[in-house]
């Protein structure tokens, strides 16, 4: 059988290729409603299906969205990229998802294969990004927005939440609990100092407990983001001779991990021990007890990063605040941190740095 073209639709519809294109393409130039619906209906009836293909060959550009993350096993990455794909979708895009593993090379891997298939744009959540990375972005004069990191590179377009003022806030209500001091769970040995959130967390809970004349000597553990390897941090630190009173972790996952140990063994929560995150991912509020944590807006985070990352003109636009769009974090009380848990406090928000 042969192949449906668009000269066929055209002929059947009785008009130019070009009216086809335009209603297939919802543009450039706009079409009659009675010639829209000839065109529909003969690409109905005719069962055309249009050549993506040779459409991203000829326009060099598809309907594909790019996105890199560390590691989508992690609820806070999963929820991103799902809001992210619904932001898409409203836009008539698709999203394909890559995992770095938190991994330069990984990162460079996608980076290139998104690249090479003509994508419309690429939204990244880097660990930091290397000069190689940076390289790869400019060579393919590729429109790329970070999300949930600092801009630092790319041209200054990015998408970000207050990271820091998040855990200040955070770590100021864990302490007017009157808790002597809070302990930290920070990231990883090779998480980088500059431009990653868990950096900027730990600095909000360094900033909280200066402020409030508490030493954070001997107080920041690393650990791993996810929970089960930060299962394994707590255990020690909570079986340990100097077990703190209160722990702020960079993560929500890393919460998880925390409550689990000190569930095993036999330390009561919050009673015993305030645990906080960072996320509001929402397992969050299902834990037991439920987590106090920090929330984002997740869902206009995505949106503001997919209008990033399709509109040319909010990306040169001259000015910061349009080419980098701040959101606010908010403190969410649960019963974890020894609150009666009687709803989030919506009302508690961090101001953008």
């Known amino acids: 059988m042969a192949k449906v073209t668009r000269d066929d639709v055209a002929r059947l519809a009785g008009t130019s290729t070009a009216v086809v294109s335009y209603v297939i393409n919802n543009g450039p130039r706009p079409v009659a409603p009675a010639t829209r619906e000839r065109v529909l209906a003969a690409i109905k009836e005719l069962g055309y299906r249009p050549d993506r293909v040779a459409q991203a060959m000829a326009s060099r550009r598809t309907d594909?969205?790019?996105?890199?993350?560390?590691?989508?096993?992690?609820?806070?990455?999963?929820e991103m990229?799902?809001?992210?794909?619904?932001a898409a979708a409203e836009r008539g895009k698709m999203v394909l998802v890559g995992n770095s593993d938190y991994r330069t090379e990984r990162e460079i891997h996608y980076l290139r294969a998104f690249l090479?298939?003509?994508?419309?744009?690429?939204?990244?959540?880097?660990?930091?990004?290397?000069?190689?990375?940076?390289?790869?972005?400019?060579?393919?004069?590729?429109?790329?927005?970070?999300?949930?990191?600092r801009p630092e590179a790319i041209?200054?377009?990015?998408?970000?939440t207050d990271d820091i003022g998040g855990a200040q806030l955070v770590t100021r209500h864990l302490l007017e609990h009157g808790h002597p001091?809070?302990?930290?769970?920070?990231?990883?040995?090779?998480?980088?100092?500059?431009?990653?959130?868990?950096?900027?967390?730990?600095?909000?809970?360094?900033?909280?407990?200066?402020?409030?004349?508490?030493?954070?000597?001997?107080?920041?553990?690393?650990?791993?983001?996810?929970?089960?390897d930060a299962y394994q941090?707590?255990?020690?630190?909570?079986?340990?001779?100097?077990?703190?009173?209160a722990i702020f972790c960079s993560t929500d996952d890393q919460a998880f991990g925390v409550l689990r140990a000190a569930r095993e063994l036999r330390i009561e929560v919050p009673t015993e021990l305030a645990v906080a995150g960072f996320d509001d991912v929402k397992e969050a509020a299902l834990t037991d007890p439920p987590l106090t944590t920090v929330y984002s807006d997740r869902p206009a985070m995505a949106r503001a990063a997919i209008d990033l990352?399709?509109?040319?003109?909010?990306?040169?636009?001259?000015?910061?605040?349009?080419?980098?769009?701040?959101?606010?974090?908010?403190?969410?009380?649960?019963?974890s941190c020894g609150c009666d848990g009687g709803g989030p406090d919506l009302a508690r928000l961090s101001t953008p740095r």
């Open 155 to 160: 041209d200054d377009v990015a998408v970000v």
């Open 181 to 228: 001091y809070v302990a930290c769970l920070g990231g990883v040995p090779n998480t980088p100092a500059v431009g990653d959130p868990v950096a900027d967390h730990v600095e909000g809970w360094r900033r909280a407990m200066v402020e409030a004349g508490r030493s954070t000597e001997g107080r920041l553990f690393e650990a791993p983001y996810n929970r089960y």
């Open 233 to 245: 941090v707590a255990l020690k630190l909570l079986a340990g001779p100097d077990r703190p009173p």
């Open 309 to 335: 990352v399709l509109d040319d003109s909010l990306r040169v636009a001259g000015s910061r605040r349009e080419r980098v769009k701040l959101f606010p974090s908010a403190l969410i009380v649960r019963r």
């Open 81 to 86: 990229a799902h809001a992210v794909e619904q």
């Open 116 to 149: 090479g298939m003509r994508v419309s744009g690429l939204i990244l959540v880097s660990q930091g990004m290397s000069e190689q990375a940076a390289s790869e972005i400019e060579a393919w004069d590729a429109r790329v927005v970070l999300l949930h990191e």
């Open 64 to 78: 594909l969205i790019g996105m890199i993350v560390p590691d989508a096993r992690q609820p806070f990455f999963a």
